[in-house]
């Protein structure tokens, strides 16, 4: 079956172009105008990765996505204003997995897409157990004690490197180059963003822990006691 990819975009020569060439990329598109209109579509049908605007008429685009969240891990990249840095930042902060600043490039976002999707795959594979966590490299996961984590794409990619580095102190540079294909396009904020991310996740399972150390002025690393 094609992956199903849900438009959210209330500009229809953008939403048009999108469809045009995500549908050229072989995939299925559904567009919907309004953010009111995007929860039933996710709620009736099965949806693959959502393309995000930020700026919809009725509903601001970080508030969608934090609704979306909370019951939903689907992917999803954001739209955002060229000039609104600060945007890209609160989007990783609260669940995004990639963002596309317009104008932009229509064969820049269909890659973005699929390369969103091939990290996301819906087969299972053999878990590894390291500790206090288990990672599935083909399925994407990592469960903490035992608790299935909800991460994007980012997330896991860091987390992952933590726990096959235990007690490694990575820089933020080092992690941009492990875990961004394009490194150079991306902010050191970004990576502390997503780690506030992550560590709230793993508090949320065992408040009593904080397995991410900050190294001031180096980096971070993951405890090697657990």
């Known amino acids: 079956m094609k992956p199903r990819i849900l438009i959210v975009e209330d500009e229809p ?15 299925e598109t559904v567009r919907v105008a309004t953010g009111l209109a995007a929860m039933p579509v996710l ?28 019951t939903s891990a689907t992917p999803i990249i954001l739209l955002t204003a060229r000039t609104a840095e600060i945007d890209r930042i609160l989007g990783l902060e609260i669940g995004a997995d990639d963002y596309v600043a317009k104008p932009f490039s229509p064969r820049e976002l269909a890659a973005r ?13 053999p878990g590894t157990s390291k500790g206090a966590f ?4 083909s399925k994407r996961t990592i469960t903490f004690f035992g608790t299935g984590l909800e991460l994007s794409k980012y997330e ?3 987390l992952k490197q933590f726990i096959e580095r235990r007690g490694h102190v990575f820089s933020r540079e080092q992690l941009m180059d492990l875990v961004w294909e394009q490194p150079e396009t991306s902010l050191d904020r ?16 065992r408040p009593d822990l904080d397995p991410i150390v900050t190294h001031r002025g180096t980096g971070y690393s993951l405890r090697d006691d657990l």
Do not use: Y
């Not at 897409?113 to 594979?125: D, I, T």
């Open 134 to 137: 288990t990672v599935n490299t």
């Open 156 to 158: 896991f990619d860091i």
């Open 190 to 205: 970004t990576v502390d963003a997503h780690i506030k991310n992550i560590r709230a996740k793993l508090r949320a399972v």
């Open 13 to 27: 020569a953008i939403s048009d172009t999108i469809q045009f060439v995500l549908d050229g990329e072989g995939l």
């Open 43 to 70: 709620n009736q049908s099965s949806i693959d990765l959502i393309v995000l605007d930020i700026g919809l008429p009725d509903i601001n685009g970080f508030d969608l996505l934090r609704e979306i969240r909370k």
């Open 113 to 125: 897409v699929k390369a969103v999707l091939r990290r996301s795959p819906s087969l299972a594979g």
